[in-house]
């Protein structure tokens, strides 16, 4: 997974009462909006302004491949831009409560797609994983989370909670693709982590992922990553 978490300096952490608008991007709208998409990815990243430039073109490069997947689909959250006080019209006392909007600013995203039976994506694992899986995969149920993209606040202030940035995203795109399929049968998200990324490992399993065990045994030490799933 492409886990993002930027540390943007003087950010108020995740709020309820603040919550941002979360929504679908049609591929149209995907294409339309790279650039910002570039952007909120390429700030997370750090280093230098080469580091910044390589980031964003790696993630564009990795995502114009995703988007081609049949079923992939992006969320975008969403927080409205707000000047100061309204100049033109009302009195002083109107001026006081009456903001103009500037706009919308990304401030998270996630993404993924229905994984099919036979899928490269799972980099040798899927001999690990246990056979409710693969069987889930088999009539669309299983759909892997492979990018997420949040500020750093959101994996450290209450991530178990349900309003937290992370958990809507991920919980949207598994009800969207629930939605999608006929009976509206729960979906099992997944996703896979290096194994040396604990750093990912921890704020996911924060946000409620939990580690497969392949038919009641550990996953080797040998295989690159973990798998995790997510939902019932």
């Known amino acids: 997974m492409a886990l993002n978490v930027p540390d943007r300096e003087g950010r108020q952490a995740p709020s309820p009462l603040e919550g941002e608008r979360i929504r679908a991007l049609s591929r149209r709208q995907i294409e339309d909006r ?8 390429a700030e997370t990243s750090g280093g230098d302004p080469r580091a910044w430039n390589q980031a964003r073109e790696l993630f564009l490069h990795r995502l114009a491949v995703e988007v081609q997947r049949p079923g992939f689909a992006l969320l975008v959250a969403e927080q409205g831009v707000l000047q100061g006080p309204a ?6 006392g109107a001026q006081d409560l009456t903001r103009r909007w500037e706009g919308v600013v990304l401030t998270g995203c996630a993404y993924g797609f229905p994984v099919p039976v036979r899928e490269p994506w799972w980099q040798g694992l899927d001999g690990y994983l246990p056979r409710d899986l693969l069987r889930l995969a088999a009539c669309g149920r299983l759909f892997a989370i492979s990018g997420l993209i949040v500020d750093s606040r959101v994996r450290t202030h209450h991530p178990g909670r349900d309003w937290n940035l992370a958990r809507r995203l991920q ?3 598994l009800a969207d693709r ?6 509206h049968p729960a979906v099992l ?5 290096d194994r040396a990324d604990t750093a990912t490992l921890r704020a996911l399993r924060s946000w409620g992922w939990r580690l497969v065990r392949a038919d009641g045994r550990a996953t080797p030490l040998a295989a690159p990553c973990h798998a995790l799933v997510l939902g019932p």
């Open 34 to 41: 790279h650039k910002e998409l570039g952007d909120l990815y």
């Open 178 to 183: 629930t939605a999608a399929l006929a009976d």
């Open 87 to 92: 100049e033109a019209g009302g009195t002083a």
């Open 171 to 173: 919980r949207r795109l």
């Open 189 to 193: 998200g997944v996703t896979l982590v």
